[in-house]
């Protein structure tokens, strides 16, 4: 069982439990640093004031580079026109539909406020003031600025590296008109780039603001803008008038023509169908009526005379009795037969009675009814017969009726599609003519109209010389650069303040990992060195500050166990660099003064760096002593100045570990805590090697050193949680290296704070 196993075994529950509260909190700490979300006003504060100089130094800075440029820039005059857009007309005749009022909707005022805009109306103001000759708007012929110059490219970078980085045009051979051209369009976009013109609130009006660097010349081009744009109105409407005059006379010609045309079928297809018909549509309709009457008279008829014969026809198919049928009851013949009958029957009867059968007189008798029935018979049927010609007669008269009914139908239909087109091209020549009629008045009105044209605008409010310039506004200006710097410098702070990931504080380091710390060093300035030695500093100036900060540490180092004060004792670091080797040989010179037996040990066999430091020797080191080959006596060195014993260490790369695990550093710290009243280990950075994990464990009580702003947090916080995993019983961290001046500006609440304060409890020597 090798020595880190012994080391392990003789610690006790309490320190175990100690280790893992420790660990939890640390790793607590670090979560809730990740996730924390609150604003800490203090820290705020604490932050802008600490960092007070950069605020004042970009507010300086930017509030006079802004007055600076301000007061350069060149001031400029704003000229305003107001034209509102009226659109009640004094028409003294009605030509609405060819010149209408402009409507006072925001979609035709915003309309309005483009034409005011537009090249060509600007192209008129350029031609009519010879703006082409200014050189406000035409660069060409102004003259440049040295700034201009001076930033100009083509003095120092070739025009050909130029054109191909597309930083400037290529030349092109250009005629002297489209030069002129280009000139113009050149300076119609630079006047236009200096109008705004806008609509004044919900009202009809629009202002024309025109800004130039001379007062008289933004008034004037203002005004001359608005007057332009009401000859642009007038010129329009005299030029719309005139185009519909000329359409109107080419049209009326065509419509005369037409009217003539239409008017002239119309009375070529009335006689037409004139001729053809011999009558009207209306003589036809009513023959047709009567026909129409004529027919139905004559149906009744003949279905009055069907009834009779069907009657007749349907008596001498069932031998019914005849006498019942009306045509027979009506016949003056057939009732004489019918009395002669009577007779004869009632003589038949009386003979019956007297005679018998065969009575000749009965045979006459009964022969003279036969004859008498015989001859009704033939009667009827003779009937019978004039009711089938009657039928027959009613039957022709019907068919004639239909046929001549037919041939008028017929005759109608076509007058009446003859009239259908003549009705046609009497409403095609009354539509030409009233069409002809309208664009005629119309003409008439057009050309009474165009000596009475009004513009839809009227300018209300002329543009004024301006007496202030509008541009640029100084005060605000500086006003907006005294709130935009110290904005600028607070974002500044706050933006360094988050790339700041170090430490600069004990109560910073406490609450972010959970560890005390119980110490701070201040930084040895060159006012502070003078000729001193750093590594014998606290025994050459027991009486500073520095020295001071040490033997605090020495303090709260013995009262984090009273009982039982540590009597070895680590002190690592995260990383190379942050001062851990020197606060070793400073508290080991601390202890000596108060009349300890001090050891100091070097146990970095990586980089050692004691034996320089008191300038000893280190031929017979810790390595030869683990090695066994040398003895305690040989190896530990006593330096003469500061009082305290030495044991120094070699570089050992290869087989470190080994030798610091190894029984014999157990055994012989063992025999040096048995001569030493105090002994100091200083360890290699823990996150460098694991020497330091070996060592914390035999030590009592380890220091964990972090260099004041240089120490990143994240590299601190895996260190000692590391630390704190290995089951090292940490004493807490020290602050090394700590800028006094820099530091009292931070405002934090630690000791180190009232070290630049209170100087004069210490002394420089």
């Not at 009567?290 to 149906?299: C, D, R």
């Not at 018998?356 to 009667?379: C, F, N, V, W, Y």
């Not at 060159?526 to 033997?551: H, N």
């Amino acid at each position: 069982m090798n020595s880190t196993t012994k080391v392990s075994s003789v610690m006790d529950n309490s320190a175990r439990e100690h280790n893992k509260s420790r660990l939890k909190s640390l790793t607590d700490r670090i979560s809730q640093q990740s996730n924390s979300d609150e604003i800490d006003l203090q820290e705020l504060l604490r932050t802008l004031w600490r960092r007070k100089s950069i605020i004042f130094s970009v507010f300086v800075t930017m509030t006079v580079l802004v007055t600076l440029i301000v007061f350069q820039i060149a001031p400029r005059y704003t000229a305003a026109t107001n034209v509102i857009i009226d659109g009640r007309k004094s028409n003294v005749v009605d030509i609405e539909s060819v010149m209408t009022g402009m409507s006072a909707e925001i979609s035709a005022l915003l309309s309005e406020v483009e034409v005011i805009h537009s090249s060509s109306l600007i192209r008129r103001v350029v031609e009519k003031l010879k703006l082409e000759q200014d050189p406000e708007f035409n660069v060409e012929i102004a003259k440049k600025s040295w700034m201009a110059s001076l930033l100009d490219p083509e003095n120092y970078v070739p025009r050909d590296v130029l054109v191909s980085l597309g930083l400037t045009e290529n030349e092109t051979l250009l005629s002297e008109d489209e030069l002129t051209e280009q000139t113009t369009n050149r300076v119609v976009k630079a006047v236009q780039a200096q109008l705004e013109v806008g609509i004044v609130g919900r009202s009809q009006v629009i202002a024309i603001n025109f800004t130039s660097t001379n007062a008289r010349k933004a008034s004037l081009i203002a005004n001359t803008i608005a007057d332009q744009y009401i000859v642009d109105q007038l010129e329009a409407k005299f030029e719309a008038t005139r185009r519909a005059t000329s359409w109107l006379n080419d049209r009326l010609g065509d419509l005369r023509e037409r009217v003539e045309t239409t008017e002239r079928a119309v009375e070529d297809y009335r006689e037409t169908i004139a001729a053809s018909s011999g009558q009207s549509s209306s003589m036809t309709q009513q023959q047709i009526s009567e026909l129409n009457s004529q027919l139905i008279l004559a149906q009744a008829d003949r279905a009055e005379a069907q009834a009779r014969l069907n009657q007749v026809q349907r008596l001498l198919s069932s031998s019914s009795d005849l006498a019942s049928a009306a045509e027979v009851l009506n016949s003056q013949l057939i009732q004489r037969l019918r009395d002669q009958e009577a007779e004869v029957l009632r003589k038949v009867s009386e003979l019956e009675s007297r005679y018998g059968d065969r009575h000749p007189q009965m045979i006459k008798a009964r022969a003279e009814l036969t004859d008498l029935r015989a001859s009704i018979e033939r009667e009827v049927r003779k009937i019978a017969q004039s009711l089938r010609n009657e039928m027959g007669v009613a039957d022709a008269r019907v068919a004639t009726l239909r046929q001549s009914l037919g041939q008028l139908e017929t005759k109608n239909s076509s007058q009446n599609q003859a009239e259908v087109r003549l009705r046609e091209l009497e409403r095609e020549a009354n539509a030409n003519r009233l069409l002809y009629e309208n664009f005629l008045n119309r003409f008439k009105e057009t050309n009474n109209q165009e000596d009475l044209q009004q513009a839809d605008a009227r300018i209300i409010a002329r543009a004024e010389v301006p007496v202030d310039p509008s541009a640029p506004k100084k005060k605000l200006i500086i006003a907006v650069a005294l709130v935009g710097s110290m904005f600028l410098g607070v974002v500044l702070v706050f933006v360094l303040e988050q790339l700041d990931n170090t430490f600069r504080g004990a109560e910073q380091i406490e609450q972010m990992t959970g560890i005390p710390a119980i110490g701070m060093v201040p930084l040895l300035t060159g006012t502070l060195l003078g000729r001193t030695d750093v590594g014998r500093y606290p025994t050459q100036k027991p009486g500073s500050a520095t020295t001071e900060s040490v033997r605090s540490l020495r303090t709260s180092l013995m009262l984090s166990n009273v009982d039982a004060p540590p009597k070895v004792v680590g002190i690592t670091s995260t990383v190379p660099s942050e001062g851990k080797s020197t606060l070793a040989a400073w508290l080991a010179q601390v202890a000596a003064t108060s009349g300890q037996r001090v050891l100091l040990v070097d146990c970095d066999l990586r980089r050692p760096t004691v034996h320089r430091t008191f300038g000893v020797s280190n031929e017979n080191s810790i390595v030869e002593l683990l090695a066994n080959e040398c003895s305690l006596d040989q190896a530990i060195k006593k330096d003469p100045e500061s009082g305290i014993y030495v044991l120094p260490a070699k570089n050992t790369q290869a087989n470190a570990l080994d030798l610091l695990s190894s029984s014999h550093m157990a055994e012989n710290l063992k025999a040096l805590r048995a001569h030493f009243d105090f002994i100091v280990l200083d360890a290699p950075p823990i996150l460098a090697v694991s020497d330091a994990k070996v060592i914390g464990l035999m030590a009592d009580k380890m220091l964990y050193v972090v260099k004041w702003d240089g120490t990143p947090r994240a590299l601190v916080q895996s260190g000692l949680k590391e630390t704190v995993e290995a089951g090292i019983d940490l004493a807490g961290t020290v602050l090394s290296q700590v800028n006094v001046k820099k530091h009292s500006k931070y405002g934090y609440g630690d000791y180190g704070y009232y070290y630049g304060r209170y100087k004069d409890y210490y002394s420089s020597k």
